[in-house]
RNA sequence: CGGGGUGUGGCUCAGGUGGUAGAGCGCCUGGUUCGGGACCAGGAGGUCGCAAGUUCAAGUCUUGUCACUCCGACCA
């Protein structure tokens, strides 16, 4: 890359449209422009990297034995009808219409099309197991793209399939995927881990993320670090901690809690310990209204009350849904005497004594025990919270934040059998196949590596993903000299197979030696004053001091340099 | 979808009470510089998001609209 002739160029103040490190030093460098909300384009520099990911990760998709395919972006909306999920998906779907008026998407994700290419070739046992990959740009209607690459509504996404006869089958296939994406996260560079996760809207057995640890990750992690824990907080189990005292139970009495509608009112003005309060919260889920029951301090966790009834949707019901179901204002609801389903937390089961909303207005009940109710359900519904016990018992968890850059989900039969995919067994029996889903963002992966990997000057990017990774930097173009040795050396090193660059701008050096740091250059080679004695300066990536060394040496520099 | 903010040159922004547009950076020319975002002089570049309205006169006031953005809701 001969940077006088190249499309080049620097900004060298943050974009107001950015609003993180990753989207602000991007921009900065020139690798990527927003051209609209969640809309980005891939400037030279910047698809240089794109493509070094994907040619990683299409390497351990091969390396596995996945076969590479493109399936269409625009796709007859008839096809997720079909498979149930339009309505799923919902407006966060791109629809649009051709010219005779016919509705189509732009897929959000190709589990469908899949199916029907497996449908195609797999009709007996011996056609399995089978894997199938592409690189596709999804199109998802976000309502708040941000971040950068982070949250868009445009991407390009690596999503393979593997198709089984059983499940064994797929545990196997699951197991090559898995570390296909180990390997390829860490050539990478990347810091992440793999948690547990909900299946969400796309069901199935199993979902593992592996996710990118950085401070604007949308997503939180529960870790446990003795053990080596990792969980989503969406689906982090609890554990009762504690026992049920029965040695002291009392009846329950109403008392007079004035104008104290909220937990923080309540404790206040009885002055008992937010852990003596079980606080009763009316859900509206999937049209249904439901009491849920947790101790004061702990907040509901919606995915695990939508996994334990298999509902879609839940909000908290409104106001006046409230007063008629508990005859009294918001903040003064209890389980006792109360006409709903009681979806109570496995942690109110060990309390006793404790206080609950009376149903009316500005009272409450003191000494309330277990026995003075009949809780619908009992089950772990609440939200985890830092410091709390570990589900496997190794310590307490600790939590972090993450970019989520891929996934994998073990779907099992849900996919095959809406979609009719089945196959002949040995016996001549039908079975529907056994699917798994793995998903890698591309573009996150690369904001995820420059969120992780910057310094004050720049991005630093991991050398096998830098979109040059020697820059020669000519400090005087003017110095006959210099410029000659520059390109004698850009010429010398381009052999190697490596990506060079030469500054042969009309620059100052400064100009230079900051673009550079910019655009996180892992070596620069400084054609200056050494020229003279036949030597040029080294500066590796992290070092803080850079060696002269004679332009005989350079090449055998470089490239043990670059194998390290 | 609810609430807030912002739209002025390629970029970052300034333009009390209305009077016909500026700065810094970047770009072009000349000169002096030349190893960590140089300096001097000259210059090019703007339908002030868009549309109506008020007014002799609108970047400025009113209304509408669009875009971007932040908080919330939502979210593979």
């Known amino acids: 890359m001969i940077l006088s002739k190249s499309y080049f160029f620097t900004l060298r103040e943050d974009s107001r449209e950015e609003d993180s490190t990753s989207g602000n030093l991007l921009v900065r460098s020139g690798m990527i422009k927003k051209v609209g909300s969640g809309i980005y384009a891939l400037l030279p520099l910047g698809l240089r990297v794109f493509e070094k990911i994907k040619r990683i990760v299409r390497e351990e998709m091969n390396a596995i034995g996945s076969q590479e395919l493109t399936m269409p972006a625009l796709i007859p909306e008839d096809v997720y009808i079909d498979s149930g999920r339009r309505d799923a998906f919902g407006d966060s779907m791109f629809a649009l219409k051709d010219r005779y008026g016919k509705p189509y998407v732009l897929g959000p994700t190709h589990e469908e099309l899949f199916a029907a290419a497996a449908k195609m070739y797999i009709n007996s046992f011996r056609d399995m197991p089978v894997s199938l990959y592409q690189f596709q740009t999804k199109y998802r209607d976000e309502p708040r793209p941000r971040f950068g690459l982070i949250r868009v509504r445009e991407f390009v996404m690596k999503d393979a399939y593997t198709f089984d006869r059983d499940e064994a089958g797929l545990d196997a296939a699951y197991a090559a995927m898995y570390g296909a994406y180990e390997r390829a996260f860490d050539r990478m560079g990347l810091n ?8 969400g809207v796309m069901g199935g057995l199993l979902s593992e993320e592996f996710q990118a640890v950085c401070d604007i990750g949308e997503d939180i992690l529960v870790l446990e670090d003795n053990s080596g824990y990792a969980s989503n907080l969406e689906v982090a189990e609890c554990v ?7 040695s002291n139970l009392l009846p329950y009495e109403e008392v007079h809690t004035p104008n104290a509608g909220t937990i923080a009112e309540v404790t206040a003005f009885l002055n008992q310990p937010v852990e003596k309060f079980v606080k009763t919260l009316i859900y509206r889920i999937d049209g249904e209204l439901y009491a849920l029951c947790l101790r004061g301090d702990h907040e509901v966790n919606e995915t695990k009350v939508l996994n334990l009834l298999g509902a879609l949707n839940m909000e908290l019901a409104a106001p006046e849904d409230v007063a008629a179901a508990t005859r009294a204002p918001v903040g003064f609801a209890g389980p006792i005497g109360l006409d709903l389903p009681i979806i109570m937390d496995r942690q109110v089961g060990v309390m006793s004594n404790f206080i609950v909303g009376a149903n009316k207005g500005d009272y409450h009940y003191m000494n309330v025990n ?8 009992v089950a772990d519904i609440r939200q985890i919270k830092e410091g709390d016990l570990c589900a496997n018992g ?4 600790r939590f972090a934040r993450g970019i989520e850059v891929g996934n994998t989900f073990k779907l099992g039969e849900k996919y095959s059998k809406a979609m009719d995919l089945y196959y002949t067994d040995a016996d001549n029996h039908l079975h529907p196949v056994v699917m798994g889903s793995y998903g890698i963002g591309i ?14 000057l720049g991005i630093v990017w991991p050398k096998q993903i830098a979109p040059v990774q020697v820059a020669i930097v000519v400090i005087n173009m003017k110095n006959e000299q210099q410029v000659e040795a520059g390109f004698d050396l850009y010429e010398e090193l381009s052999a190697t197979g490596l990506d060079i660059l030469i500054d042969d701008r009309n620059e100052r050096a400064g100009v230079k030696f900051m673009d550079m740091d910019l655009i996180g250059v892992p070596l620069r080679i400084t054609v200056g004053r050494d020229i003279v004695d036949g030597c040029v300066e080294l500066k590796f990536q992290g070092e803080s001091e850079a060696v002269v060394v004679p332009l005989t040496e350079v090449r055998e520099r470089v490239e043990a340099w670059f194998v390290d």
């Open 394 to 397: 190794a310590g307490r968890v």
């Open 240 to 246: 009762v901690e504690g026992e049920l005292d029965t």
């Open 192 to 199: 992440y881990v793999i948690v547990r996760a909900s299946t």
């Open 443 to 456: 573009g996150r992966c690369l904001a995820a590596i420059v969120e992780q990997n910057h310094n004050e």
């Open 370 to 377: 277990l026995s003075d109710f009949t809780p619908t359900r």
